[in-house]
């Protein structure tokens, strides 16, 4: 429920919106229970899945910053929002797969759950009129999105992502099949430094997580092909990772 004398948000995205923060250099974000997919074309709710998220995406990132990497989380607000740094984002969309599924198996016709000899590392453009079309490090550089030295930052960052939360999922009987991260630049004026840090979210809506034993979708898969029981789906993520959330709580 947002505070009664909330200001307009100054960005409203598809799943979630950014208000200013109480501080500079902060923003509030705030998980909805919007979802979409295929660039927008398919649209609908998933009841308490902004709860869910905001819940699944704080602790993924405050284990994550135990673990050193730097994230933009300052701390969770409430049930749908968390403070966290404002960043300038860096307009890419970092996939990594360990499993093959959606997009990588159309484009390469590589079936569905094929495990892949390594991590695949994937950078796609961050702009929905054009798709999130998918490019190379070259055409980064060449564009100016990040500079060679961010890139391999870029790289072993999504590499020590990948293999934390590999493992941890595996201790709740799920697999990460694949995932994409936003990282942004956070710039400390009186030290004249800039760190890449983790942005935006890691959740069921931004990975695809299988049941370890039977394969089954527990992700947004499941709103994308009609396969029903996404919420519940999402419940029982946030339960196997020991964040019980009250189902009435989440509504
Ligand atoms: P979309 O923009 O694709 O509709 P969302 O609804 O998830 O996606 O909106 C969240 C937006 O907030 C994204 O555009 C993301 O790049 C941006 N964002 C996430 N974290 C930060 C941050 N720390 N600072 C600034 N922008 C952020
Ligand atoms: N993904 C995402 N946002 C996007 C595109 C992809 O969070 O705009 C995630 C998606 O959930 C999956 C991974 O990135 O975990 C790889 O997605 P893919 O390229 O296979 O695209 P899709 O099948 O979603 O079109």
Redesign the pocket.
Known sequence: MLPKNRKKPI?E??????YEGPEPGT?I?HF?DDA?AFNNAKKGTITGKGVINNRISEFLFTRLGDIGIPT?FIKNLNMREQL??????IPLEVVVRNIAAGSLSKRVGVPDGTILLSPIIEFYY?D?KLGDPLVNEDHIINFGWASAEELDILRSLAQRINDFLSGLFIGSKLKLVDFKM?F?RYTMEEQGIMQI?L???ISPDTCRLWDYDTNEKMDKDRFRQNLGGEAEAYQEVAKRLGLIINPNEAK
């Open positions: 960005y995205g598809k799943a979630k919106s950014l923003l974000q909805k979409t933009h966290v740094r404002h960043l300038e984002i961050k929905d936003e942004g840090m942005a935006d979210e």
